[in-house]
């Protein structure tokens, strides 16, 4: 900081913004916990300037992801009849629904909709299982069982039956709402 200054206002701001920083206490240990905000003004009932403090306490969740949970995880793909009905017997043993995707390789709306449904199954993670289907590359019998007519068609099953579905042509983010809603009716 310079003792002459040809604006009043930098020295002003130097000086209080070199002493606002050193009382900041933003950072401990890698949690954002305080931060006092100081601003001048003048205190009528005492007829003198004093500079008021106000503290604001921040979460330190809104700046920081859940590094002990992984943000995606990876559906596991279904090849016929017979690992569905495995899968829907284990799900039924356990009283949990599953999410099937019917997508397709060539399928454009399918390949975005797939990494946003693996973060979905990132957060849904102990409640549910997510699992996909290729259409071109499994036996139409297992098509037909799911009765697909349309790609991505995203179901959710329970007690060994389809309860509801999600037909998604329209934009990713619609897709994964109307998902999510789907899921919350049944978890």
């Known amino acids: 900081m ?21 009382k900041q206490q933003l950072w401990n ?7 006092s905000c100081g601003y001048f003004g003048f205190d009528r009932m005492n007829q003198k300037w004093k500079k008021n403090t106000v503290r604001r306490d921040w979460r330190v969740e809104a700046l920081w ?7 995606t995880l990876e559906m596991e793909p279904i090849n016929d009849c017979d690992q569905l009905d495995q899968i829907l017997l284990r799900a039924q043993e356990l009283s949990q629904p599953i999410l099937i995707d019917w997508m397709a390789a060539w399928c454009r709306k399918c390949i975005y909709l797939k990494p946003k449904l693996e973060k979905l199954a990132a957060e849904y993670d102990t409640k549910m299982k997510f699992y996909y289907v290729d259409v071109n590359k499994v036996p139409q019998g297992l098509v037909k069982r799911g009765n697909i007519t349309k ?11 389809m309860k ?3 037909i998604g042509g329209h ?14 009716k049944f978890v």
């Open 2 to 22: 310079s003792v002459w200054a040809p604006n009043s206002q930098i020295l002003y701001r130097e000086f209080y913004q070199n002493q606002r920083d050193q």
């Open 29 to 35: 240990n890698g949690r954002c916990l305080q931060k």
């Open 65 to 71: 992801p859940d590094l002990s949970r992984p943000s």
């Open 151 to 161: 790609m991505p068609t995203i179901q959710l099953w329970k007690d060994g039956e």
């Open 164 to 166: 509801e579905e999600v």
């Open 171 to 184: 934009k990713a983010w619609l897709v994964i709402e109307e998902v999510r809603q789907m899921i919350q």
